[in-house]
């Protein structure tokens, strides 16, 4: 396809709901992202939308993480290249956005 787009083409995934994964699940979709992008020029763009304080549980159940890292987090930030978060709307926020 690149050939006659004659341009890279890029793969964007959305991956988001691990929370209503098993722990093993989550720690398997992570595993699969670091694999698929260990190489430099994957086509790959993963969105990762996910709530730490649920996955690093998971992740810490599983020993997935045996020799990579000493926590939950530090596996995150292993894994994520540009980290964000969106804070929590309060109730009053959301009524002037309704407004």
Do not use: W
């Not at 690149?2 to 098993?22: N, S």
């Not at 990579?68 to 709307?89: E, H, K, M, Q, T």
């Amino acid at each position: 396809m690149e050939v006659f787009e004659r341009r890279q083409l890029r793969v964007v995934m959305e991956i988001t709901a691990l929370d209503l994964c098993l722990p093993e699940k989550v720690a398997g979709v992570l595993n699969a992202v670091n694999t698929l992008l260990s190489d430099a020029h994957a086509p790959f763009i993963f969105i990762l939308a996910v709530d730490p304080s649920v996955v690093v549980p998971c992740l810490e159940q599983t020993g997935c993480m045996k020799g990579l890292a000493d926590n939950g987090y530090l596996f995150l930030s292993r894994s994520v290249s540009l980290p964000f978060s969106i804070p929590d709307v309060g109730a009053r926020s959301r009524l002037r956005c309704l407004e």
